[in-house]
Nanobody, 124 residues
Framework: VQLQASGGGLVQAGGSLRLSCAAS????????MGWFRQAPGKEREFVAA????????GYADSVKGRFTISRDNAKNTVYLQMNSLKPEDTAVYYC??????????????????WGQGTLVTVSS
């Protein structure tokens, strides 16, 4: 499956952005989906995950209550709504697909396919 992330940009602290990730070339509804991010000089870290049905989600502690992951299987798209953004949210955000059952929360090794990333910059 091929993944294309979009929606990044420059936003002031306290603002909002919605990222999208469009999938093609596979059976989208079979995959759990996740969002990760990587800041300059840091390792890629987990942000959020959603089960194939959308019925279960998981979040990193750093984004709980501010970010919401969702998916539209009819549109082969997963979203990340980001509210109350902070400068420390600045990073390249990646979407990923996992063949594992459930809601894969955690490391990059749980995911099989990756998009190219979209840059989010939060100014103070």
């Amino acid at each position: 499956v091929q993944l294309q992330a979009s929606g990044g940009g420059l936003v002031q602290a306290g603002g909002s952005l919605r990222l999208s990730c469009a999938a093609s070339g596979g059976t989208f509804w079979r995959y759990a989906m996740g969002w990760f991010r990587q800041a300059p000089g840091k390792e890629r870290e987990f942000v959020a995950a959603i089960s194939w049905s959308g019925g279960n989600t998981g979040y990193a502690d750093s984004v709980k209550g501010r970010f919401t992951i969702s998916r539209d299987n009819a549109k082969n798209t997963v979203y990340l709504q980001m509210n109350s953004l902070k400068p420390e949210d600045t990073a390249v955000y990646y979407c990923a697909a996992s063949r594992r059952a459930g809601t894969p929360v955690g490391g990059v090794t749980l995911y099989d396919y990756w998009g190219q990333g979209t840059l989010v910059t939060v100014s103070s």
